[in-house]
């Protein structure tokens, strides 16, 4: 890893590095989804990448490998309700908290790396890196981990509002899931504060 990413005089290669991310900060419904990981040495690092640049078939399956091989992993949803309540950001980052915690429960972590400019509130050394989920095995693997519970979160709600086409667009704003929103309203897991933002932004639409 390189050196100039941390903010930091100690050699990282020496810590048990702890990497979270999350997923779900972009739709309009659902959950927002954050997993935290461990990786041994011996870990296949080569099955890795950025969650958003493999197939639903490469995540899934590496997203096995990493529950069967990691030292420890944990994944955390918090519902729409919660994100409306405290907002996305706050709710990504105590999904973080929560999943960071959960991990440092069964193993112990010198340091946590996070995706991103903004860093949970953790009693551990912590920092966030941008565009972390392409640089950092811990946070890649963390990355695919929050996007496969997440994706088979959004196919159950696609099960029971099959109007909404969740299992296709996952909740995001896409041009399928506003028209549906326009023809049936709101489903039970839409984000309401988002749909008024939306609203606010773009009038046309609702």
């Known amino acids: 890893m390189e050196k100039g990413l941390f903010d930091t005089d100690f050699n990282i290669d020496n810590l048990i590095i702890c990497g979270a991310d999350e ?30 640049k493999m197939s639903e078939k490469e995540r899934d399956e590496a997203a096995a490998i990493i529950k069967e091989k990691a030292i420890a ?36 972590v010198d340091i946590l790396l996070v995706d991103g400019n903004k860093k949970p509130d953790v009693p551990v050394q912590c920092q966030a890196i941008v565009k972390g989920d392409g640089k950092i095995h811990e946070i890649m693997a963390a990355s695919i981990i929050a996007k496969t519970e997440r994706d088979r979160i959004m196919k159950l709600c696609d099960e029971k509002w099959p109007m909404y086409g969740y299992g296709k667009h996952k909740g995001y ?9 326009e023809k049936y309203g709101p489903s039970p897991i839409e984000r309401t504060t988002f749909i008024f933002r939306q609203e606010d932004e773009t009038p046309s639409l609702f």
């Not at 990786?39 to 099955?47: A, S, Y």
């Not at 944990?74 to 959960?102: C, F, G």
């Open 73 to 108: 992993w944990a994944v955390v949803s918090l519902s729409h309700k919660i994100i409306d309540r405290i907002n996305i950001l706050q709710a990504s980052l105590y999904a973080m908290k929560l999943a960071y915690e959960h991990v440092a429960a069964k193993t112990h």
């Open 23 to 52: 997923a779900g900060r972009g739709p309009l419904a659902g959950p927002v989804t954050a997993a935290a990981v461990v990786l041994p040495e011996c870990f296949p690092f080569e099955i890795l990448n950025d969650s958003k």
């Open 173 to 181: 704003p896409t041009k399928e899931h506003i028209r549906a929103i």
